[in-house]
């Protein structure tokens, strides 16, 4: 109930640090800040927000605090968003046309710069200022992190390797950089606001095991939806990397029980973080499971291709 | 003297920020982490570090403090650069390919996304934290204004003015929007570093009119060099807002009879900064007098058409 109250001022914020002092010409131009609006405007899970606030509030942090957390790193993963888009030439996001396609590339780009730049200037709002400098310098070490991810992603859908044990361990240190850095973010930062740095390493690891499962079920769906793990059209799909060794089926399997391998890791890491920060994080990895345990039956009823 | 040994150690923070924690697949791929590096590489003028050296030890910072306002200035700066040549297509930068020309525009996104990252992960070393969120927030705010005037400046080359007289106001607009939030940020983070806020618009002002004198300078180089007064290919040029008017030599004139007012103001301006902190801001405005007044003899030698 009172998770589901601080979104609304998440949403709030985020607006807020967006609009900062709009200068002239942005209320003459459709540019970026009317980008971002858009696209925020369309909703999305929240996945982070919700962690971050559900984390903050357990850890004893005010309302205020837990909403300027989940702000900061939400404007990060819409960051994200509009600029991936772009690289991919996504041209839907949410049900909606991507940034990039209704506002064109030139501000599409603009839009993202905008996002990250405010949520810098979201954490600034922390009640306690001795916090800052360590909260934003491991923000940059995220989104260093994600953005080393983004790019080994781009580049590796023409990568080949020869053995396909190593290509497995690529697949995952490129998971966990590109999506675990900014799902790990919220509870770090938690930890950092609350006084409680021991425990960034643990919040660290359920969050990349996290990452690696939802991953590879986002790669089941794509091979599923469309068939792409022969192609691999844009980045690196689990599937096809398994395949090197046998058939869609047989690399589908393979791939399902990694996935269920990490998301398992992933609810017991979560579950052993300390004042149940990691609650929420396990909820979705409960979630994920269900949705990845179900490619199996989809699988036999389908027969082997 | 002390100045040109700073400007070195500016050159070490950005690339210490730039390479923080890099994560395993960073270092198996020729991302954004590498193009970062490569783009400094080429040098530059770095106007904005050598502004925020001489006004941070003119206003009595330790070298420690200017340096890492110089780098988080510069870190920006080089941020729109790496990205304004995705949204311009220029090539070239500095000599040498631009990021996007050699590592591809994903990466070149990837790249401008770090660099913006890094700047406030720069700040964070400041010796006062206390200074650190209103830097934080006073760096947003420009960064902000920097995007709404690249973004306004991308749309304006269709934008049909019937006004001469607004069509030149927006153009001010536009320049102190995208070029004069970066020159004034140097400055006023002095100022706040310093415990000197009540200076904060006098430095504005000043980098401001420095910033309209600025464009325009770049405007009369494009059209003698390839004449561009015309077709305007990308952006708003000062030559072809006048051009509505008159001849071309006409509006040149126009063009630097504007440039050159804006600049004497900046020299002013810049002069009644406290501790001579705009000493190095009146020394550039002084040097860029000098290339626009030379630009009515260029006229004369060449004839009117």
Known sequence: MQVSVALSDVEAMMLASLRANASEVSRKTAGAREAAQYHL???????????ALHAGLSAGLNAADATIIAAAVELLHNASLVHDD???????????QAVWSRFGVNTAICTGDLFISAAYATLCRLDNAR??????????ERVSMAVDGQCADLQESAAIFSDTKKAIAHYQQIAVAKSGALLSLPLELVLLASGQPDYLPQARSA?????????????????QSDGRAGTAAVGYNIVSVFKATGTTALSMEKARTLGLEKID???????????????????????????????KSEEQIGGNE
């Open 207 to 223: 969050a990349e095991a996290f990452a690696i499962g939802y991953q590879i079920a986002d790669d089941l769906q794509d091979v």
């Open 86 to 96: 772009i690289q991919d030439r996504d041209e839907l996001r949410r049900g909606q």
């Open 265 to 295: 890791l992933a609810i017991a890491l979560s579950g052993r973080l300390p004042f149940s920060i990691g609650a929420r994080l396990g909820d979705y990895a409960r979630q994920l499971r269900d949705v990845v345990d179900g490619y």
């Open 41 to 51: 405007s369309a909703g999305g899970q929240r996945i982070r927000a919700n962690i």
């Open 131 to 140: 916090v800052l400098a360590p909260m934003i310098l491991l923000m940059h």
